[in-house]
Protein backbone atom coordinates (compact mmCIF):
# COMPACT_ATOMS: atom_id res chain seq x y z
CA UNK A 1 0.00 0.00 0.00
CA UNK A 2 1.45 3.08 -1.21
CA UNK A 3 0.92 5.88 0.93
CA UNK A 4 1.55 10.17 0.37
CA UNK A 5 1.98 12.45 3.28
CA UNK A 6 2.43 15.90 1.98
CA UNK A 7 3.19 18.92 4.59
CA UNK A 8 5.11 16.16 6.17
CA UNK A 9 7.90 18.56 7.69
CA UNK A 10 5.52 19.89 10.23
CA UNK A 11 4.20 18.29 13.13
CA UNK A 12 1.51 16.20 11.75
CA UNK A 13 4.01 14.76 9.10
CA UNK A 14 6.88 14.50 11.24
CA UNK A 15 4.61 12.06 13.21
CA UNK A 16 3.79 9.99 10.69
CA UNK A 17 7.27 9.62 9.94
CA UNK A 18 8.16 8.42 13.45
CA UNK A 19 5.44 5.85 13.06
CA UNK A 20 5.75 4.62 9.75
CA UNK A 21 8.31 1.73 10.93
CA UNK A 22 5.85 0.40 12.49
CA UNK A 23 3.47 -0.27 9.87
CA UNK A 24 4.42 -2.48 6.85
CA UNK A 25 3.57 0.12 4.19
CA UNK A 26 5.35 2.11 1.03
CA UNK A 27 5.07 5.72 3.05
CA UNK A 28 6.44 9.03 0.79
CA UNK A 29 6.62 11.90 2.65
CA UNK A 30 6.96 15.12 1.03
CA UNK A 31 6.81 19.12 2.05
CA UNK A 32 6.71 22.32 -0.45
CA UNK A 33 10.05 21.69 -1.59
CA UNK A 34 9.13 18.23 -3.08
CA UNK A 35 5.55 19.24 -4.05
CA UNK A 36 3.86 22.20 -3.38
CA UNK A 37 0.23 21.51 -3.01
CA UNK A 38 -0.44 24.99 -3.90
CA UNK A 39 0.88 24.17 -7.42
CA UNK A 40 -2.27 22.54 -9.57
CA UNK A 41 0.20 20.98 -12.79
CA UNK A 42 2.71 19.81 -10.00
CA UNK A 43 -0.57 17.92 -8.10
CA UNK A 44 -1.60 16.46 -10.64
CA UNK A 45 1.58 15.09 -12.58
CA UNK A 46 2.77 14.03 -8.45
CA UNK A 47 -0.36 12.13 -8.29
CA UNK A 48 -0.55 10.71 -11.81
CA UNK A 49 2.65 9.26 -11.79
CA UNK A 50 2.86 7.97 -8.15
CA UNK A 51 -0.57 6.46 -8.18
CA UNK A 52 -1.24 6.50 -4.23
CA UNK A 53 -3.65 4.11 -2.81
CA UNK A 54 -3.75 7.19 -0.03
CA UNK A 55 -3.02 11.04 0.20
CA UNK A 56 -3.07 12.35 3.85
CA UNK A 57 -2.51 15.98 3.73
CA UNK A 58 -0.93 17.43 6.52
CA UNK A 59 0.15 20.42 5.14
CA UNK A 60 -1.66 23.80 6.02
CA UNK A 61 -1.35 27.23 6.73
CA UNK A 62 -1.60 27.07 10.99
CA UNK A 63 -0.42 30.12 12.08
CA UNK A 64 -4.30 31.75 13.20
CA UNK A 65 -2.93 35.33 13.78
CA UNK A 66 -1.05 36.43 11.11
CA UNK A 67 -3.64 34.53 8.83
CA UNK A 68 -5.95 37.62 9.84
CA UNK A 69 -3.94 39.81 7.89
CA UNK A 70 -3.03 37.44 4.89
CA UNK A 71 -6.02 36.00 3.71
CA UNK A 72 -5.24 35.03 0.52
CA UNK A 73 -2.14 33.05 1.55
CA UNK A 74 -4.29 30.82 4.21
CA UNK A 75 -7.46 30.62 1.62
CA UNK A 76 -4.39 29.21 -1.24
CA UNK A 77 -3.37 27.11 0.98
CA UNK A 78 -5.78 25.98 3.55
CA UNK A 79 -8.57 25.98 0.25
CA UNK A 80 -7.63 25.95 -3.02
CA UNK A 81 -4.66 23.72 -2.37
CA UNK A 82 -6.99 20.77 -0.14
CA UNK A 83 -9.62 21.24 -3.00
CA UNK A 84 -6.74 20.23 -5.71
CA UNK A 85 -5.26 17.61 -3.96
CA UNK A 86 -9.32 15.72 -3.14
CA UNK A 87 -9.55 16.54 -6.68
CA UNK A 88 -6.35 15.01 -8.71
CA UNK A 89 -7.16 11.89 -5.32
CA UNK A 90 -10.38 11.21 -7.23
CA UNK A 91 -9.12 11.39 -10.57
CA UNK A 92 -6.00 8.45 -9.78
CA UNK A 93 -8.18 6.09 -7.46
CA UNK A 94 -6.65 7.32 -4.20
CA UNK A 95 -8.33 7.71 -0.92
CA UNK A 96 -7.93 11.37 0.43
CA UNK A 97 -7.65 12.07 4.13
CA UNK A 98 -7.54 15.93 5.31
CA UNK A 99 -6.98 17.34 8.76
CA UNK A 100 -9.16 20.33 10.09
CA UNK A 101 -9.90 22.07 12.76
CA UNK A 102 -11.76 22.65 16.00
CA UNK A 103 -11.45 26.32 14.95
CA UNK A 104 -14.61 26.36 12.61
CA UNK A 105 -16.82 26.29 15.23
CA UNK A 106 -17.69 29.76 17.23
CA UNK A 107 -16.96 28.20 20.55
CA UNK A 108 -20.26 29.30 21.81
CA UNK A 109 -21.65 25.87 22.50
CA UNK A 110 -21.52 24.28 26.67
CA UNK A 111 -21.43 20.63 24.96
CA UNK A 112 -19.32 18.91 23.06
CA UNK A 113 -19.61 19.18 19.03
CA UNK A 114 -20.39 16.41 17.05
CA UNK A 115 -19.27 16.28 13.10
CA UNK A 116 -23.02 17.01 12.58
CA UNK A 117 -22.79 20.52 14.65
CA UNK A 118 -22.62 23.53 12.55
CA UNK A 119 -19.46 25.61 11.91
CA UNK A 120 -19.56 29.51 12.21
CA UNK A 121 -15.66 30.16 12.15
CA UNK A 122 -14.56 33.40 13.66
CA UNK A 123 -11.28 33.54 12.71
CA UNK A 124 -9.55 33.76 8.79
CA UNK A 125 -7.52 30.69 9.60
CA UNK A 126 -10.96 28.86 10.97
CA UNK A 127 -12.72 30.42 7.96
CA UNK A 128 -10.55 29.47 5.30
CA UNK A 129 -10.33 26.02 7.06
CA UNK A 130 -13.92 25.57 6.26
CA UNK A 131 -13.77 26.80 3.02
CA UNK A 132 -11.61 24.36 2.75
CA UNK A 133 -13.78 21.31 4.01
CA UNK A 134 -16.66 22.36 1.54
CA UNK A 135 -14.53 22.42 -1.25
CA UNK A 136 -12.79 19.29 -0.87
CA UNK A 137 -16.44 17.50 -0.09
CA UNK A 138 -17.98 19.29 -3.37
CA UNK A 139 -15.12 17.51 -5.83
CA UNK A 140 -14.61 14.20 -3.61
CA UNK A 141 -17.80 12.73 -2.48
CA UNK A 142 -15.40 9.80 -0.88
CA UNK A 143 -12.56 12.26 0.78
CA UNK A 144 -12.63 11.83 4.93
CA UNK A 145 -12.13 14.90 6.85
CA UNK A 146 -10.83 15.10 10.53
CA UNK A 147 -10.92 17.50 12.66
CA UNK A 148 -8.86 17.58 15.26
CA UNK A 149 -7.49 20.53 17.99
CA UNK A 150 -4.64 21.95 20.04
CA UNK A 151 -2.09 20.33 18.59
CA UNK A 152 1.50 19.48 20.29
CA UNK A 153 4.44 16.94 19.53
CA UNK A 154 7.98 16.84 19.90
CA UNK A 155 8.53 18.39 16.25
CA UNK A 156 7.91 21.93 15.53
CA UNK A 157 6.74 25.10 17.27
CA UNK A 158 3.81 24.57 19.89
CA UNK A 159 2.55 25.52 23.14
CA UNK A 160 4.05 22.72 25.37
CA UNK A 161 7.21 24.07 23.55
CA UNK A 162 7.09 27.73 24.05
CA UNK A 163 5.51 27.11 27.83
CA UNK A 164 8.70 25.20 28.33
CA UNK A 165 10.81 27.75 26.98
CA UNK A 166 9.02 30.62 29.06
CA UNK A 167 9.57 28.73 32.21
CA UNK A 168 13.44 29.36 31.56
CA UNK A 169 13.44 32.93 31.79
CA UNK A 170 9.82 33.72 33.72
CA UNK A 171 9.26 33.31 37.38
CA UNK A 172 5.53 33.78 36.19
CA UNK A 173 3.20 33.62 33.08
CA UNK A 174 -0.29 34.79 32.49
CA UNK A 175 -2.42 31.89 30.45
CA UNK A 176 -6.01 31.91 30.22
CA UNK A 177 -8.57 29.80 31.41
CA UNK A 178 -11.95 30.70 29.48
CA UNK A 179 -11.05 28.90 26.58
CA UNK A 180 -12.04 25.28 27.07
CA UNK A 181 -10.42 21.87 24.31
CA UNK A 182 -8.59 19.67 24.42
CA UNK A 183 -4.68 18.67 23.60
CA UNK A 184 -3.93 16.18 20.68
CA UNK A 185 -0.68 14.96 20.71
CA UNK A 186 -0.04 14.49 16.94
CA UNK A 187 1.55 11.20 17.30
CA UNK A 188 -1.49 9.91 18.47
CA UNK A 189 -3.90 11.94 15.72
CA UNK A 190 -1.05 10.00 13.10
CA UNK A 191 -2.23 6.31 14.60
CA UNK A 192 -5.73 7.07 14.32
CA UNK A 193 -5.51 8.10 11.04
CA UNK A 194 -3.53 5.08 10.37
CA UNK A 195 -6.38 2.99 12.29
CA UNK A 196 -8.66 5.13 9.75
CA UNK A 197 -6.56 3.79 6.66
CA UNK A 198 -6.59 -0.12 7.85
CA UNK A 199 -10.34 0.45 9.15
CA UNK A 200 -12.01 2.92 6.38
CA UNK A 201 -15.77 4.06 7.56
CA UNK A 202 -18.07 5.39 5.11
CA UNK A 203 -18.97 8.37 6.55
CA UNK A 204 -17.20 12.34 5.51
CA UNK A 205 -16.22 14.15 8.49
CA UNK A 206 -14.57 12.76 12.13
CA UNK A 207 -13.46 14.70 15.28
CA UNK A 208 -10.35 13.59 16.71
CA UNK A 209 -8.46 15.04 20.03
CA UNK A 210 -7.16 13.23 23.31
CA UNK A 211 -9.67 12.59 26.04
CA UNK A 212 -10.74 15.14 28.87
CA UNK A 213 -11.66 18.35 28.86
CA UNK A 214 -9.13 21.95 30.43
CA UNK A 215 -8.31 25.33 29.50
CA UNK A 216 -5.14 26.61 28.16
CA UNK A 217 -4.61 27.39 31.72
CA UNK A 218 -4.87 23.68 32.99
CA UNK A 219 -2.85 22.54 30.01
CA UNK A 220 0.04 24.63 30.83
CA UNK A 221 0.11 23.95 34.44
CA UNK A 222 -0.12 20.43 33.94
CA UNK A 223 3.58 21.06 32.16
CA UNK A 224 5.11 22.83 34.50
CA UNK A 225 4.21 20.17 37.07
CA UNK A 226 5.03 16.96 35.05
CA UNK A 227 8.39 18.99 34.12
CA UNK A 228 9.39 19.65 37.55
CA UNK A 229 9.59 23.41 36.78
CA UNK A 230 9.10 26.19 39.52
CA UNK A 231 7.40 29.13 36.96
CA UNK A 232 3.94 29.99 38.52
CA UNK A 233 0.90 30.18 36.24
CA UNK A 234 -1.75 32.15 36.68
CA UNK A 235 -5.26 32.04 34.89
CA UNK A 236 -6.57 35.29 33.38
CA UNK A 237 -9.48 35.88 30.96
CA UNK A 238 -9.00 36.18 27.37
CA UNK A 239 -10.03 39.91 27.32
CA UNK A 240 -7.00 40.50 29.49
CA UNK A 241 -4.37 38.44 26.95
CA UNK A 242 -5.71 40.04 23.37
CA UNK A 243 -4.76 38.22 20.28
CA UNK A 244 -5.41 39.37 16.63
CA UNK A 245 -7.35 36.21 16.08
CA UNK A 246 -10.53 35.61 17.81
CA UNK A 247 -10.64 32.10 19.50
CA UNK A 248 -13.15 29.93 20.63
CA UNK A 249 -14.54 29.83 24.50
CA UNK A 250 -15.11 26.25 23.82
CA UNK A 251 -13.86 23.77 21.50
CA UNK A 252 -14.35 20.29 22.51
CA UNK A 253 -15.00 18.09 19.92
CA UNK A 254 -17.03 14.75 20.15
CA UNK A 255 -15.42 12.08 19.44
CA UNK A 256 -17.25 8.99 19.50
CA UNK A 257 -18.07 8.26 16.28
CA UNK A 258 -13.83 7.98 15.46
CA UNK A 259 -14.11 5.63 18.28
CA UNK A 260 -17.45 3.40 17.23
CA UNK A 261 -16.84 3.50 13.53
CA UNK A 262 -12.77 2.91 13.41
CA UNK A 263 -12.39 1.50 16.51
CA UNK A 264 -9.98 3.16 18.41
CA UNK A 265 -9.02 3.42 22.06
CA UNK A 266 -8.05 7.09 22.92
CA UNK A 267 -5.58 8.46 25.51
CA UNK A 268 -6.84 10.79 28.07
CA UNK A 269 -4.38 14.35 27.20
CA UNK A 270 -2.57 13.99 30.08
CA UNK A 271 -1.05 10.49 29.33
CA UNK A 272 -0.05 11.50 26.10
CA UNK A 273 1.24 14.81 27.19
CA UNK A 274 3.57 12.53 29.72
CA UNK A 275 4.91 10.68 26.93
CA UNK A 276 5.79 14.11 24.56
CA UNK A 277 7.83 15.36 27.50
CA UNK A 278 10.04 12.43 27.74
CA UNK A 279 11.22 13.07 24.46
CA UNK A 280 11.50 17.08 24.97
N1 LIG B 1 -1.38 23.11 15.15
C1 LIG B 1 -2.58 23.05 15.73
O1 LIG B 1 -2.76 23.42 16.91
C2 LIG B 1 -3.76 22.53 14.97
C3 LIG B 1 -5.02 22.53 15.58
C4 LIG B 1 -6.13 22.04 14.87
C5 LIG B 1 -5.95 21.54 13.58
N2 LIG B 1 -4.71 21.56 13.02
C6 LIG B 1 -4.56 21.05 11.64
O2 LIG B 1 -3.73 19.90 11.70
C7 LIG B 1 -2.98 19.80 10.49
C8 LIG B 1 -1.50 19.61 10.81
O3 LIG B 1 -1.07 20.76 11.56
P1 LIG B 1 0.46 20.94 12.00
O4 LIG B 1 0.45 21.67 13.30
O5 LIG B 1 1.17 19.64 11.88
O6 LIG B 1 0.95 21.94 10.87
P2 LIG B 1 2.42 22.56 10.68
O7 LIG B 1 3.32 22.05 11.75
O8 LIG B 1 2.23 24.03 10.51
O9 LIG B 1 2.89 21.90 9.32
C9 LIG B 1 2.40 22.28 8.08
C10 LIG B 1 3.43 21.92 7.04
O10 LIG B 1 2.92 22.27 5.75
C11 LIG B 1 4.01 22.82 5.01
N3 LIG B 1 3.59 23.61 3.88
C12 LIG B 1 3.36 24.95 3.82
N4 LIG B 1 3.06 25.33 2.56
C13 LIG B 1 3.10 24.22 1.81
C14 LIG B 1 2.92 23.98 0.42
N5 LIG B 1 2.60 24.97 -0.43
N6 LIG B 1 3.06 22.71 -0.05
C15 LIG B 1 3.37 21.70 0.81
N7 LIG B 1 3.58 21.88 2.13
C16 LIG B 1 3.44 23.13 2.63
C17 LIG B 1 4.70 23.66 6.06
O11 LIG B 1 5.98 24.09 5.63
P3 LIG B 1 6.56 25.50 6.22
O12 LIG B 1 6.52 25.39 7.71
O13 LIG B 1 7.94 25.53 5.64
O14 LIG B 1 5.65 26.57 5.71
C18 LIG B 1 4.75 22.67 7.22
O15 LIG B 1 5.85 21.80 7.10
C19 LIG B 1 -3.30 21.06 9.68
O16 LIG B 1 -4.31 20.77 8.75
C20 LIG B 1 -3.87 22.03 10.72
O17 LIG B 1 -4.75 22.96 10.17
C21 LIG B 1 -3.62 22.02 13.68
Redesign the pocket.
Known amino acids: MKILI ?10 FRKIAKNYNYDFVF ?3 DE ?5 ESQVQSFLKKNRFDFVV ?8 DKAENDFDMAY ?3 AT ?1 PYLLAKYSKKYSSQFI ?6 VFDGNSSTPYSSMSKPNPKSV ?1 GGT ?1 FYGEKKILRVNKDAKII ?7 E ?5 VKTMIKLAQTKSNINVVFDQIGTP ?1 Y ?1 TD ?1 AKAIMSMINNMPSQNIFHFTNEGVCSWYDFAKKIMDLKHLSCKVSPILSKDFPTIARRPHYSVLDKSEIKDKVQIKIPHWEDSLKECLKLL
Open positions: TGSNGQLGNSTDKLDITNNAAAYTAVLLNAHISTDYYKRTAWLYSFGNNFTAL
